[in-house]
């Protein structure tokens, strides 16, 4: 099956600017999740989706950035104006909850490759 | 608050062990899972542990989990140059599994030939 795939994969921009990443999650993953991933460190949550419905949100600095998942298939994550400090690697994943151990809902994340993003 | 710490580097030489450990915050944790990432490219799921289970082994992979400590390990048999990667430890946050991972900072593995 087709990976999550992510657009652009690299992204220099000057500071104040505006940039837009887009991410296509794997067919019928109903949940899609935005990380950010600053250089050396794990990636941290943005904002997760279930369908078109945002559930998780509190890490988001939504004074710049905005997401919303179009039909709740593809997303689009903005940033608006950049900082220096946004500079990352931003991470998209999807997921669908499986039967794991003791009958617990399981939910293996599926990773793209990532937009590589530069404020200069 | 939540927090994954890891050590940041490890250096193996090819056909050794690697062990690599993980302290976790999070009692109410359902899963613990270990990603790795090579350069360039997205986080692959390796393996992952159930809070009530000890241990896991996947073939070359062994999981050991001390809950009282929430201590997580990951040990890699007869390491490989193929193995050189980012491993990130991540928790799945509450007993609820809405999907939220808390990631720690990653240890990189390097595999001396």
């Known amino acids: 099956e087709a990976g999550v795939a992510q657009s652009p994969r690299y992204k220099i921009i000057e500071k104040r600017q505006s940039v837009a990443f887009w991410c296509n999650p794997i067919?019928?993953?109903?949940?899609l999740y935005w990380y950010q991933q600053i250089l050396g460190q794990g990636p941290k949550l943005l904002i997760q989706?279930?369908?078109?419905?945002?559930?998780?949100d509190s890490q988001l600095p939504k004074d710049r950035f905005s997401a919303e998942r179009l039909k709740g298939v593809d997303s689009t994550l903005k940033i608006q104006p950049a900082k220096l400090e946004d500079s990352a690697v931003y991470l998209c994943?999807?997921?669908?909850?499986?039967?794991?151990?003791?009958?617990?809902?399981?939910?293996?994340?599926?990773f793209g490759p990532g937009t590589r993003l530069t404020v200069l | 608050g939540e927090d994954v710490e890891q050590s940041l580097f490890l250096s193996v030489r090819e056909g050794d062990s690697s062990v690599i450990n993980c302290t976790y915050t999070?009692?109410?944790?359902?899963?613990l899972y270990w990603y790795k990432q090579e350069p360039g490219a997205g986080l692959q799921l390796l393996t992952y542990?159930?809070?009530?289970?000890d241990m896991k082994q996947d073939q070359r992979l062994t999981v050991l989990l001390n809950k009282k400590d929430k201590h997580l390990s990951l040990r890699i048999a007869d390491t490989q140059t193929g193995d050189s990667a980012i491993y990130f430890c991540a928790e799945s946050l509450g007993s609820s599994n809405t999907g939220k991972l808390i990631f720690g900072q990653g240890t990189t593995l390097q595999v001396k030939p």
């Open positions: 542990i159930f809070s009530n289970m």
């Open positions: 067919s019928g993953h109903a949940t």
């Open positions: 999070d009692s109410s944790s359902t899963y």
């Open positions: 994943a999807s997921s669908f909850r499986r039967k794991g151990l003791d009958r617990d809902p399981y939910n293996e994340q599926f």
């Open positions: 989706f279930q369908n078109n419905g945002v559930v998780d």
